[in-house]
């Protein structure tokens, strides 16, 4: 049986616009034709670096997120700015983060944190450690810099000490590159 799988927006309302994200409730026709609802969380996407550095380590952040009432240890990674080169970005972001440049960037691949309701998009990086210029966090910052190698962050996934999404996703992806491709 050959399925349709497309929604086509009707109309749209916006309960709510923020500083990082919005809130849209669509119309939407369904496949057999039906009117249904859709909430929909716009979000401009983010990006995620593993960064290594000559010893075979990762950077990682610690930080309180406060929606998850809690700190996550983290791949670095950051907020894309409305219209942003996601390559732009992390250099930023692993700048701003770690307070080292980011050379040899390669792109991994992406990553849909929610698909059922978010629009987020994160860009994922693997990079290696170039020059120290000094950490230079948002105002609304406060992160603790460390250093895991690639078994102890996987480790520490397993563990459920790592929770983050783009983290484990990118952890894994990186373990398979480094598998597949470093031999």
Not at 16 to 42: C, L, P, T
Not at 108 to 128: M, N, W
Request: proline share 3%.
């Amino acid at each position: 049986m050959k399925h349709k799988l497309h929604e086509k927006q009707i109309s749209y309302t916006y309960p709510y616009k923020g500083r990082v994200v919005n809130v849209r409730v669509d119309e939407a026709e369904i496949a057999n034709g039906s009117i249904v609802s859709r909430e929909v969380v716009e979000h401009p996407g983010g990006v995620c670096i593993a960064m290594e550095d000559e010893e075979g380590r990762f950077f990682m952040v610690s930080q309180w997120r406060y929606a998850q009432e809690r700190v996550l240890l983290e791949f670095p990674a950051g907020k894309l700015e409305k219209g942003e080169d996601p390559r732009e970005a992390i250099l930023r972001e692993a700048k701003e983060e770690t307070g080292y440049e980011a050379v040899d960037l390669e792109e991994i691949g992406e990553f849909v944190p929610t698909g059922a309701y978010g629009q987020e998009l994160v860009h994922l990086y693997y990079a290696k450690k170039g020059d120290y210029v000094g950490q230079h966090l948002d105002e609304d910052e406060d992160v603790v810099v460390s250093k895991m190698t690639l078994d102890e962050i996987i480790e520490a996934i397993m563990k459920n000490e790592i929770i983050d999404g783009k983290t484990c996703v990118l952890a894994f992806k990186i373990r398979e590159r480094k598998r597949n491709y470093d031999k």
